[in-house]
């Protein structure tokens, strides 16, 4: 079974400094991989994915991540984060085209003035 | 905009009552659609999957005679909370896979926030 290991549960960020999620799955194969991000009381919206391809993905609001499959990883970067980027972010992983997806637990972002 | 709408976006009841959430995909057929569970500041935990035209295939753990889903349609699944309980309180979201072969992205509703009291 797919696994997704988000080991930070909360991070701290000061805002205009660079930011890194970090995201570890557990599958058999090459995943789909994907990053979303949910405000308080809504839904999920969908910042980059990953399919095949080119390694280095990027996203909306100027996230980029980078799928290792040596590490696999799929860590989450911004290099200057903004207030309103702070969020819950999940990482998920699909393992077929038809499946539902493995979330891991979030990582709530908090961005200091 | 939004390619898949959920309705409503939360509702209390009491328990005892049923609830019914409905997951719309607004511009594409979706023969699959997918419904999840996130108590609060937890993860979102897949419930089942909703498959037009016949049974959902429901996670293990997850009670089917209390989640009932309903896809009749290829733009509309259900979700039936029955007999709910305060236990049962959470946010529940629905997603529809775009048709397109593997490289397929999943498309979230709004989310629903159910309270039982």
């Known amino acids: 079974a797919q696994s997704v290991t988000q080991p930070d549960i909360h991070i701290t960020v000061s805002e205009g400094a660079s930011l890194e999620l970090r995201c570890n799955y557990s599958y058999g194969a090459t995943p789909y991989l994907f990053w979303y991000v949910q405000s308080p009381g809504q839904g999920l919206q969908l910042l980059l994915k990953y399919f095949s391809g080119d390694t280095l993905v990027q996203g909306i609001k100027g996230f980029e991540a980078e799928f290792k499959r040596s590490q696999s990883s799929f860590n989450l970067r911004k290099p200057s984060v903004h207030w309103s980027d702070a969020a819950e972010y999940f990482c998920?992983?699909?393992?077929?085209?038809?499946?539902?997806?493995?979330f891991g637990k979030g990582t709530h972002l908090i961005i200091q003035p | 905009g939004a390619v898949v709408s959920q309705h409503p976006s939360w509702v209390i009841c009491k328990s005892g009552t049923s609830v019914k959430i409905e997951c719309r995909s607004l511009d594409f057929q979706a023969t699959t659609m997918f419904w999840y569970r996130q108590f609060p500041k937890q993860s979102l935990m897949l419930m089942a999957t909703?498959?037009?035209?016949?049974?959902?295939?429901?996670e293990q753990g997850v009670e089917k005679d209390k989640f009932l889903i309903n896809h009749a349609s290829l733009t509309l699944s259900t979700l039936t909370v029955t007999s709910a309980h305060p236990e049962d309180s959470s946010f529940y979201i629905c997603?529809?896979?775009?048709?397109?072969?593997?490289?397929?992205?999943?498309?979230f509703g709004q989310g629903t926030r159910l309270t039982v009291v």
């Open positions: 909703s498959n037009e035209g016949s049974k959902a295939t429901y």
């Open positions: 998920a992983v699909r393992g077929g085209g038809a499946d539902g997806l493995t």
């Open positions: 997603s529809a896979n775009r048709p397109g072969g593997g490289n397929t992205e999943a498309f």
